[in-house]
Structures are given as structure tokens and as C-alpha cells.
């Protein structure tokens, strides 16, 4: 991997795609980044160039497909591009089945599937053009094991981790690897907000803080030491791999 490879973070806006960001960073990775949020995009880029890292950040909306092949175009054209963290996602609504607007449903598979899906759509050609590279898709735990009022939600993510191992299949033979992470609770502004759309914040938060072995919530970097493994280092023969994050959660 040389100086002039590049990674394209979706969700760089956000606590896990900010730790990401800067251990690609440190690692000499040439960085795209990309959120929703022009704002809080520029100070995540300010504060990486104050380190010495090679920025360039836009503001796109991955449920955009023309502008997220737009911005695929533009960061090959920054340099090679050979790792994709596809992590831009929303916690979507907290109802029961029965009550749930279906516009809240849409929007969910919107940003966390079929956003997801036009990154790796208009990634993977670009990725399969080098002999190692590395696309990694961010899930959830809740997509491998369903939540009350949290339906929507957690098929979402159960549909990042089915189309995770079918590019896999598709991509295994021109050496990309393609995995998907499932993390369990991570402190952050996603957490938060999850918290908060349920009817006990608290409790909620307690009874997860309860269900894990270490007795805590992840952190941010912590997810990002395994991920930056998982886009620069990982063999080949791990691909289609679920790869969990979750403090051994029960």
C-alpha cells in the first residue's frame, strides 16, 4: 500500500466514521469523505489536515445514486481507490410493527440499504481494478438479531449483511475483500438517538449496559482499530465474512 491509496469513508461525519477517518489517516491512506452534513463534514476534515492528512470532503447524499457515482468519479480521479468504508446509516423510528409510518420504513432502506448499495455499486469496479482491496460495509447486531419496536431498522441491516456476501461472491476472484461489521452498542450521537426514540431512555440503556460481558458500551475507536484492519490488512480468504463488535453481548 503506498502513499497515494485512497479510501472513500461515507458516514465520515459521524463517531465511528471520525475514528476510522484517522486511523486510515495515520496508516498514509489519501482520504475521501463524505456525510450529509457539510458542516460537520468540514470540521472533521479541518481537523485531519491539522495532522497532516490528505482531505478532500463533499457533501452527498447516499440515497442520491447520481451523486454518489459522482463522487465515486471524483475520488478515483483522487487517487486509486482501494478501500470503501460503507458506513453512513440512521436509526430509523422506534414503533410497533402495526404503528409504524411506512415513510419511516422507506427512509430507513433508504440511507441503510439502498445507500449502502450505491456505493458498492459504483465502488466495486473501481476496487476490482488493483490485485488487494477492501470494501467493508457497516451493519448492526440488531441485523442479526431482531428488536422489539425496532423492525424496520433491523431488517435494514440484515439486508447490509445478505448483499455484503453476495458481492463477495462476485468479487472474491479479482482479490477484493468484502465484509460487514456488526456492532453492538458504541457511545455516540447514533446511540443517543436510538436511546432516545424509546419510551425509556434509561432503562434501555441500563438493561444493554447489563446484557454485555464487559459491562459498558463500545467506543468509537475501538471499532475503529478492528475496521482499519479490515480495509487495509485483511487476507484474502476473509471475505463474506459477519464479523461482530458487541462486548459478547447475550
Same mark, same amino acid.
Given at each position: 500500500?503506498?502513499?497515494?491509496? @485512497?479510501?472513500?469513508?461515507? #458516514?465520515? !461525519?459521524?463517531?465511528?466514521?471520525?475514528?476510522? !477517518?484517522?486511523?486510515?489517516?495515520?496508516? $498514509?491512506?489519501?482520504?475521501?469523505?463524505?456525510?450529509?452534513?457539510?458542516?460537520?463534514? +468540514?470540521?472533521?476534515?479541518?481537523?485531519?489536515?491539522?495532522?497532516?492528512?490528505?482531505?478532500?470532503?463533499?457533501?452527498?447524499? @447516499?440515497?442520491?445514486?447520481?451523486? @454518489?457515482?459522482?463522487?465515486?468519479?471524483?475520488?478515483?480521479?483522487?487517487?486509486?481507490?482501494?478501500?470503501?468504508?460503507?458506513?453512513? /446509516?440512521?436509526? $430509523?423510528?422506534?414503533?410497533?410493527?402495526?404503528?409504524?409510518?411506512?415513510?419511516?420504513?422507506?427512509?430507513?432502506?433508504?440511507?441503510?440499504?439502498?445507500?449502502?448499495?450505491? @456505493?458498492?455499486?459504483? *465502488?466495486?469496479?473501481?476496487? !476490482?481494478?488493483?490485485?488487494?482491496?477492501?470494501?467493508?460495509?457497516?451493519?448492526?447486531?440488531?441485523?442479526?438479531?431482531?428488536?422489539?419496536?425496532?423492525?424496520? =431498522?433491523?431488517?435494514?441491516?440484515? *439486508?447490509?449483511?445478505?448483499?455484503?456476501?453476495?458481492?463477495?461472491?462476485?468479487? #472474491?476472484?479479482? $482479490?477484493? %475483500?468484502?465484509?460487514?461489521?456488526?456492532?453492538?452498542?458504541?457511545?455516540?450521537?447514533?446511540?443517543?438517538?436510538?436511546?432516545?426514540?424509546?419510551?425509556?431512555?434509561?432503562?434501555? %440503556?441500563?438493561?444493554?449496559?447489563?446484557?454485555?460481558?464487559?459491562? %459498558?458500551?463500545?467506543?468509537?475507536?475501538?471499532?475503529?482499530?478492528? !475496521? +482499519? =484492519?479490515?480495509?487495509?490488512? *485483511?487476507? /484474502? =480468504?476473509?471475505?463474506?465474512?459477519?464479523?461482530?463488535?458487541?462486548?459478547?453481548?447475550?
Amino acid at each position: 500500500m503506498t502513499m497515494d491509496t @485512497v479510501a472513500l469513508i461515507t #458516514g465520515a !461525519a459521524g463517531d465511528i466514521g471520525r475514528a476510522v !477517518a484517522r486511523r486510515l489517516a495515520e496508516r $498514509g491512506l489519501r482520504l475521501i469523505l463524505t456525510d450529509l452534513s457539510a458542516s460537520s463534514l +468540514s470540521d472533521v476534515e479541518a481537523g485531519l489536515k491539522d495532522t497532516g492528512a490528505d482531505v478532500l470532503a463533499r457533501a452527498v447524499d @447516499v440515497t442520491d445514486e447520481d451523486a @454518489v457515482a459522482s463522487l465515486v468519479r471524483e475520488a478515483r480521479e483522487f487517487g486509486p481507490i482501494t478501500s470503501v468504508f460503507n458506513n453512513a /446509516g440512521i436509526p $430509523g423510528a422506534s414503533f410497533p410493527i402495526a404503528e409504524h409510518p411506512l415513510d419511516d420504513v422507506r427512509k430507513t432502506f433508504d440511507v441503510n440499504f439502498f445507500g449502502l448499495f450505491h @456505493v458498492m455499486k459504483h *465502488a466495486l469496479p473501481h476496487l !476490482a481494478e488493483h490485485d488487494d482491496a477492501w470494501l467493508l460495509n457497516v451493519s448492526s447486531e440488531a441485523g442479526l438479531k431482531a428488536n422489539e419496536r425496532r423492525g424496520a =431498522y433491523s431488517a435494514s441491516k440484515a *439486508a447490509a449483511i445478505q448483499i455484503t456476501r453476495a458481492a463477495a461472491l462476485e468479487y #472474491g476472484r479479482h $482479490g477484493v %475483500r468484502v465484509n460487514v461489521l456488526c456492532p453492538g452498542p458504541i457511545e455516540g450521537d447514533l446511540m443517543r438517538r436510538s436511546e432516545g426514540s424509546m419510551p425509556d431512555p434509561q432503562e434501555l %440503556r441500563d438493561r444493554l449496559i447489563a446484557s454485555s460481558a464487559v459491562l %459498558r458500551y463500545g467506543e468509537p475507536d475501538e471499532v475503529a482499530n478492528y !475496521a +482499519s =484492519y479490515l480495509l487495509t490488512e *485483511a487476507p /484474502g =480468504y476473509l471475505t463474506g465474512a459477519t464479523l461482530t463488535i458487541d462486548g459478547c453481548r447475550r
